[in-house]
């Protein structure tokens, strides 16, 4: 005879584990609908859903720029958030570095600097490599790597350019002295541009120091003036000049 009681307890145990296998599956399918859905929708232009969008695209705030705080632009300054790494006040120049040109670029500026520049750096203060491979990268295309005028975009003639770039290493070019090709270099003069976004002030006296080392001892370098302080709007506080500097 079969207990009822036995019968009774083992019917409940199955119709508990049928239970719990139906939510068991129910759960998985809904659990991989959820996931289909989710990686679902992402094609082309669509990125797809983002549950918590906030984590993965974070509000960026220039540093320097203008930045649309709640609508508002620029409201950190307004708000008086100041940082550290905020822009510079202005005059500011940074450890190291030489002070602004501030010379004009007409030929009164010619003339100041010409007459009132001198080479900073001596010839241990500098490599001379690395004032080769910056004449090569920024002068050679033009002037040639034996400065005669004879670069790439000329090359006899064959070049880009049809006219040859001015030679470097005629008596003109030998006299001409450290001041004068700072001030083209730094505002450029008649085809050629101004290369100041491209040398810095040290760079580009490097880059002179270079072209005196291939001119040889013709090169004038000595007939030049010390610029001790140079105020906005090429006014200079005091100069040490020495005549007879040629133009």
């Known amino acids: 005879m079969i207990n009822n009681k036995s019968y009774t307890k083992q019917h409940r145990l199955k119709h508990k584990m049928n239970r719990m296998k139906k ?72 450890r190291g570095d030489m002070l602004p040109y501030r010379i004009g670029a007409d030929s009164a500026g010619m003339t100041k600097a010409e007459t ?32 005669d005028g004879n670069g790439p975009i000329f090359n006899n003639g064959n070049g880009a350019y049809s006219a040859a770039p001015r030679t470097l290493m005629d008596q003109q070019a030998k006299v001409w002295n450290d001041g004068h090709y700072f001030h083209v270099i730094t505002h450029g003069i008649r085809q050629m541009g101004s290369y100041a976004s491209q040398l810095r002030p040290d760079q580009r006296w490097m880059v002179i120091k270079y072209i005196r080392s291939r001119q040889g001892a013709a090169g004038d370098t000595s007939k030049t003036a010390t610029i001790l ?19």
């Open 116 to 147: 009132t520049l001198r080479n900073p750096l001596d010839s241990g203060s500098f490599d001379m490599a690395e004032a080769e491979r910056l004449y090569l990268i920024n002068c050679g295309i033009c002037h040639g790597t034996k400065l």
């Open 229 to 247: 302080n140079q105020k906005p709007g090429g006014n200079v506080d005091s100069v040490t000049q020495k005549q007879g500097t040629p133009k």
């Open 23 to 94: 939510l068991f599956l129910i759960a998985s399918f809904a659990a991989a609908s959820f996931t289909m859905i989710g990686c679902g929708g992402a094609s082309g232009n669509n990125p797809g859903s983002a549950y918590m969008p906030d984590m993965y695209y974070s509000r960026a705030y220039e540093t320097y720029g203008y930045n649309n705080v709640d609508g508002e632009y620029d409201s950190l300054g307004r708000r008086n958030h100041h940082y550290y790494n905020g822009r510079p006040v202005e005059g500011t120049i940074a």
